[in-house]
Every structure is written in structure tokens, then in C-alpha cells.
């Protein structure tokens, strides 16, 4: 079956050939050999083991570990989740201070675990939590900082620790896009007291849906592993947990994809750098990198002068069966069900502005030179 891969294309997508192009999403998963895929399935068809802590999901979980050099890996459901069971696992209360621009659910996971969310606004050039607003919000009732890493660009994670352990608060980083970026040699989701990620399809690295969660704290992943299922060891209970754990099909997946990180992560780099090159003269504000970081290059947001520029934009690629994605519209202070918005005033105006243009392995650098031809010719 080797024979209907296009030569060239590792993956299990064939590229799609020049000038034949069909409509063109924000993001497309990366899928592995289908015939890898198939091999690890016999594997869970013959030990007819398909979840609760398996074999491919232990070795998932030690690649992580070991290719990667993550603390601790824990395997879930999804990135979602992963929240819920961290601020259950720090036993947090009261306020937590988190960011306006994020994935709503890093907001929700604070309401569903019943404490407030108290919200700070953003830097513009990474899109991440500004550390200088930090502590002007913080009041005896604050238990935490749940910050994001935006894009998969680094918070000031050095800036943020400090102020945690002046007022001793918890760290949590929603590291959902951060899986691939290295800050200072060290995967970025080693930081603070705990970090979660996202292995959702549309994410840089994928397990279909799934999630996991990492820290160094030997006590906290104990407790983590423990909440994970539903509190239960043996046939006993012994805590308040959730069904967190993933299955032997979703670890396959993540044990096929990841051979192929560095190849992704490359050509990722390749394709961002293309559309920065090609838009440098374009009246858009790009992210900026900071230093210290191997960037895994997870989305790139353009944010364009105002919104009817956006909307001219967008309307221009839509046109052509291009479709870019506006993430993170509107600011999470700006939902109807938060009602808070004007308390973040960049976070809320970059939600506006900001458009996420196609990126995923195999996007031509055809498409990427279209994309940036209609967005600088719509602009001039
Ligand atoms: C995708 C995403 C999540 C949720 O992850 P799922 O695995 O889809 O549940 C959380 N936070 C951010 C910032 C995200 O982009």
C-alpha cells in the first residue's frame, strides 16, 4: 500500500497537487501511515485490552517522557478536562487570576470547579497574559494564576513565578497549544506548578481528542493520577474524581504520530517563516517570538488594523475557498455568560482584529503565496 503515498509526503495525507487545490481550512490534521496505524490496532485486537491504563497508553506516556522530556506524564481525555482536574488537584479556592485572551474553556474550567475567575489583560506582541497587571488584581482571596500560552509563544513564565511565590499563589499554564516549544532547552510545559496540553485534532500534535498533564511535583501527580480515575485504586474509592483517563485507540494514535514531531515542527517553521517574509511589508502586526525560544510555529495570527479590515480579508479568502479562523473572538471578558467586557481593553481589541491563517503539514507554499497576495492586495 506503500505505492499511494506521493513520493516525498511521509504522512498518511497525500499533498494536495498545485492547481488543484479544494477549499482550504485554517488547519488539517497531520494522520501517520495508515499501515503504522493499522499494526498497533492488531496489538489491541489481540490483547482485547482497549482502556484503563494499557499498554500503548503507558508507552505514550514514556515517550512523552523520554523524547521529549516532560515531568511526569499523564495521559486524558482532553485539554479540558485536564483543567478540571488540575484545580481539583491544587484543592484551589476563591480567585484565580487568568487571561481575557484565551479558549473560553480556560475561564469555564475555573467557573465548573466553583471559583471566580478574575481576569488580566494581555501583552500584544505574544498575545499572553501581561505580568505587570498581575498583581494589582490580586487580593487575599487569590489561590492561583492560570495563564495561557497563547499560540504555543512562552508567557513570562520567569516574571509570573516571581509573583507567585511573593503571594503564594499556584501556577497552572493551559499549555494547549505549547506542545513542541522549548523555552531555555526545556519544553515549556515543564513550567509552573503544573501545566495541561491538548492533543485535539486541531492542535500542532494530535491523539484525535486527548489531553495531558505535566509537573514535577512528585505529591501533585500522585494526586493527579489518583483523580484521574474517578479516585479509584483497586476496587477501592478515595477521593472526588473524574473519568479522565484516555484509551489504548487514542494512545495509538500519539505513539504513531509522534516519530514524526521533528518533521512537522520543521516544515511548520518553514511554512511561518514563509508567511512572515511575505507579509513584512503588509500593515498587519505579527507575533513576536521571545528569546530563549524554539517556537513550535502551532498557528499564525495576523492582526490586522481594525475589523473591517478583517472582515474584508476573511471575505477576500472566502472568496477562494480559503478559510482562515478568527481565534480567539471575542475576548473571553466579552461572552455573554462572562459579562465583563471593557476590563480588557487590549485582549478585547486584539480579539477583534486578529485572524489565524492556514497552517498544518502539507499546506503548499503555493497556498501560503496566495494567501498572502489577497490579504496584502486587500489591504493596500
Ligand atoms: C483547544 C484548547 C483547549 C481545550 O482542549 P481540548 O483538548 O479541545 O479539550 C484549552 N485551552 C486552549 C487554549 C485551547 O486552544
Redesign the pocket.
Known sequence: MIGTQEKGSTSGVPETPAGERGPVYVTRAFLPPFETFTELMRGVWDRGQLTNNGPLVQQFERALAEQIGLAHPLFLV??????NLIIRALELKGEIITTAF??P??TTSILWEGCTPVFVDIDQDTFCIDPAAIEERITPATSAILA?H?YGLPCDVEAIEAIALRHGLKVIY?G??AFGTRYKGESLLNYGDVS?T???A??VFHTV???SVHTRSEALYTRLRLLRTMGQVGEGFHAVGLNAKNSELHAAMGVANLPFLDEILAQRRHQWERYATGLASAPVHLARIPADTEYNHSYFPAVLPTEEALLRVRAALNAVDIHPRR??SPAVTELPFIGRTGECPIAESVAHRVLCLPLYHGLSDAIIDEVVDIVSRTLR
Open positions: 482532553n485539554g479540558t478536562i485536564a483543567l484565551s479558549h474553556v480556560t495561557t497563547v493551559d494547549a497549544h495541561s491538548s492533543f485535539h486541531t492542535k481528542e486527548g489531553g481565534y480567539f
